[in-house]
């Protein structure tokens, strides 16, 4: 069984600054991983997502996000924030199956804090 | 368009009652999914159906079932809800197994 741990319940950062959340997986087998945003009484967007070849990945908003299979780690970056990223980052993995309807094994989520 | 839809967006209701949330999808998608969000934002797979097979079935009660009509739309009967069951509920969609999922904006289920 695979699951993800999200280092930082909160992490706040000033506007302009780096952002990174932190994100460590185990998984038997080669993962398929995934960053989502929620934002306020909203439902999940994908942020960006890592299946396989190149290991850095990049996804919308300006976030980008490397794969180390050495670290296990899957961490999301920004270089610069801007307070609309205040929002709930969630770190997700599945095992692609063949075909099959594997449902995502979800951290337990990171709250942004953007400060002006 | 919404891709992912479910309705109603808010359901309050009381102990012991049955209730359904429906979902529908509009991007052509395989396989659905119900997701359950806790009052800590903690996400957890209940269910997945690939093509009307129901594919994931995760240590919830009995009192859940879904029910998928067809390929565009799995619903989630609730019975006999319990204070436990509050929560807020998604919809989720993905082409096959291991794409990214795309989601519903959420059921908020309130019991008293």
């Known amino acids: 069984a695979q699951s993800v741990t999200q280092l930082g319940s909160h992490v706040s950062v000033s506007e302009g600054a780096l952002v990174l959340l932190r994100c460590n997986y185990s998984?038997?087998?080669?993962?398929?991983l995934f960053w989502y945003v929620q934002y306020p009484n909203q439902g999940l967007q994908l942020l960006l997502k890592?299946?396989?070849?190149?290991?850095l990945v990049k996804g919308i908003n300006g976030f980008e996000a490397e794969f180390k299979k050495s670290e296990t780690s899957f961490h999301l970056t920004k270089p610069s924030a801007h307070m609309s990223d205040a929002a709930e980052y969630f770190c997700?993995?599945?095992?692609?199956?063949?075909?099959?309807?594997?449902?995502?094994?979800f951290g337990k989520g990171t709250h942004l804090i953007i400060q002006p | 368009d919404t891709a992912v839809s479910q309705t109603p967006k808010y359901l309050v209701t009381q102990m012991g009652n049955d209730k359904s949330i429906k979902c529908e999808q509009n991007?052509?998608?395989?396989?659905m999914y119900w997701y359950k969000q806790d009052s800590k934002k903690f996400l957890k797979i209940m269910f997945s159906?690939?093509?009307?097979?129901?594919?994931i079935n995760e240590t919830v009660p009995n009192r859940f079932s879904p029910k998928s009509p067809d390929k565009a739309h799995l619903n989630l009967h609730i019975n006999s809800l319990e204070l436990g069951d509050s929560a807020v509920y998604f919809c989720?969609?993905?082409?096959?197994?291991?794409?990214?999922?795309?989601f519903g904006d959420g059921t908020r289920l309130s019991i008293l």
């Open positions: 159906y690939n093509n009307k097979e129901l594919i």
């Open positions: 997700a993995v599945t095992l692609y199956s063949g075909g099959g309807a594997d449902g995502l094994t």
């Open positions: 989720a969609s993905s082409q096959e197994g291991g794409k990214p999922q795309h």
């Open positions: 991007l052509g998608h395989d396989t």
């Open positions: 998984s038997s087998v080669p993962p398929y």
């Open positions: 890592y299946t396989t070849g190149a290991t």
